[in-house]
């Protein structure tokens, strides 16, 4: 059974802070691995997405990947309380299907 | 900018009945998909369409369930008897095949089955 885990929080942390949200996943095949961000009661929208192992930068959001250690974790800096939702870890395995195995999501909450 | 579409927004049925949840995908995606999410628990797949067949499906996608497209637009999941069990946020997702953001699934807002 492939696996993604993530702690579910509630992570709480002040504005303008950096929030560090981490994810382990169990199968060692996996190729890409996503962030999405998704707000009580709607779908789930991407933020960004890693295939390499080290650091990938997107505006106020990194993607940190270790492939050797099977981790991957997201850093928002300077963080609104706009960013307060749930976000979700996915990967994708091999093969071409693209499908994504979702962990069950950090709450994230921003305190003005 | 394009988006994927779904319809309803929410549907009630009795246990025991058929329903068809419908998608419009972005107009060139290839790739459709079906998650599900019930509620306070992660998104779980379900099944994976490609040159009109299903590609891949999980354990979850029995008999009870099949997919469709039906015309060059619509994306539909059917569940023939539905159970209790089935009531979960349904989200409909595609994406293309080649460039740059093929490898990002866009979501659709989702319909909301309740079975009573």
């Known amino acids: 059974q492939k696996e993604v885990e993530q702690n579910s929080g509630p992570l709480s942390v002040p504005e303008g802070a950096i929030a560090s949200l981490n994810c382990t996943y169990s199968?060692?095949?996996?190729?890409?691995f996503f962030w999405y961000r998704q707000y009580s009661g709607k779908s789930p929208e991407l933020i960004m997405f890693?295939?390499?192992?080290g650091d990938k930068e997107d505006g106020r959001f990194t993607a940190q990947l270790n492939k050797a250690s099977q981790y991957v974790s997201l850093l928002i800096r300077d963080s609104q309380p706009s960013d307060s939702a749930t976000y979700l870890c996915?990967?994708?395995?091999?093969?071409?299907?693209?499908?994504?195995?979702f962990g069950k999501g950090t709450l994230l909450t921003v305190n003005p | 900018e394009p988006e994927v579409t779904q319809t309803p927004s929410h549907q009630v049925t009795q246990m025991g009945q058929e329903v068809i949840l419908r998608c419009v995908p972005i107009?060139?995606?290839?790739?459709f998909y079906w998650y599900r999410q019930i509620l306070g628990q992660k998104v779980e797949f379900l099944v994976s369409?490609?040159?009109?067949?299903?590609?891949?499906k999980s354990e979850i996608f029995d008999d009870q369930f099949s997919v469709e497209r039906p015309d060059g637009s619509n994306f539909t999941l059917k569940i023939r008897s539905t159970k209790l069990e089935d009531s979960a946020m349904y989200f409909c997702?595609?994406?293309?095949?080649?460039?740059?953001?093929?490898?990002?699934?866009?979501f659709g807002p989702g319909t909301r089955l309740t079975v009573l």
């Open positions: 997702a595609s994406r293309r095949t080649s460039g740059s953001l093929y490898n990002e699934q866009f």
């Open positions: 199968d060692r095949g996996s190729q890409s």
């Open positions: 890693i295939y390499s192992n």
């Open positions: 996915a990967v994708k395995g091999g093969g071409s299907n693209y499908k994504l195995t």
């Open positions: 107009s060139n995606h290839l790739y």
């Open positions: 369409f490609y040159n009109n067949e299903i590609s891949e």
